[in-house]
Nanobody, 119 residues
Framework: QVQLVESGGGLVQAGGSLRLSCAASGFRFSINAMDWYRQAPGKQREMVASISSGGGSTYYADSVKGRFTISRDNAKNTIYLQMNSLKPADTAVYYC????????????WGQGTQVTVSS
């Protein structure tokens, strides 16, 4: 059974930092790319970062490039999102997911973790 558990969110002032974690289970984590998404109130969910199975290739949305860093620990079946220089526009619920998760369990999303950045 696929499971994604996000954690690490919270309330932070603009300019601050947070580190999000996503613990995954129920699929072959180490051979699959993983993604971070976010959804702000009244907006569609958007991908903010992606990492290849081995961690050697990453992608960032223009809105977070240079401020966010995605990483993974395949021994712990966990991905991370280090968020620096946070802005109020980064306020959203953050989720992790993977094309493999969607293949196994279409429509599945974890509970997400709330990030709120105050000005």
């Amino acid at each position: 059974q696929v499971q994604l558990v996000e954690s690490g969110g919270g309330l932070v002032q603009a300019g601050g930092s947070l580190r999000l974690s996503c613990a995954a289970s129920g699929f072959r984590f180490s051979i699959n790319a993983m993604d971070w998404y976010r959804q702000a109130p009244g907006k569609q969910r958007e991908m903010v970062a992606s990492i290849s199975s081995g961690g050697g290739s990453t992608y960032y949305a223009d809105s977070v490039k240079g401020r966010f860093t995605i990483s993974r620990d395949n021994a712990k079946n966990t991905i991370y999102l280090q968020m620096n220089s946070l802005k109020p526009a980064d306020t959203a619920v953050y989720y992790c997911n993977s094309p493999e998760v969607q293949r196994i369990s279409p429509g599945y999303w974890g509970q997400g973790t709330q990030v709120t950045v105050s000005s």
